[in-house]
Nanobody, 125 residues
């Protein structure tokens, strides 16, 4: 199983970016997928997750209303649309996946078996 994240870069505060994560090695339509991030000197933080069916999403409090997670199972790809970016959003963003889990476990990093290599997002003020 491999997860390849892309779309990171440098953006000014208030701008937008869309991250993509392409999964390979198996069919992911039955797997939950998500994003975490980690800023320098800070702990890993849950960003968003989407259930295998795509019908249920969950967001971290700091990104609610600004970020949107979606998936295209035909392409084995999950997306993270990030709007109204702030300097505090600067971090390495990691794509994650695992087989179906309980809704209550979606925000826990320990729930995910597979992690991508990360893509850096830098938001300038």
């Amino acid at each position: 199983v491999q997860l390849q994240a892309s779309g990171g870069g440098l953006v000014q505060a208030g701008g937008s970016l869309r991250l993509s994560c392409a999964a390979s090695g198996r069919t992911f339509r039955d797997w939950d997928m998500g994003w975490f991030r980690q800023a320098p000197g800070k702990e890993r933080e849950f960003v968003a997750a989407i259930r295998w069916s795509g019908g249920t999403t969950i967001y971290g409090n700091s990104v609610k209303g600004r970020f949107t997670i979606s998936r295209d199972n035909s392409k084995n790809t999950v997306y993270l649309q990030m709007n109204s970016l702030k300097p505090d959003d600067t971090a390495v963003y990691y794509c994650v996946t695992t087989s179906r889990m309980a809704y209550s476990a979606l925000a826990l990093p320990s729930s995910y078996n597979y992690w991508g290599q990360g893509t850096l997002v830098t938001v300038s003020s």
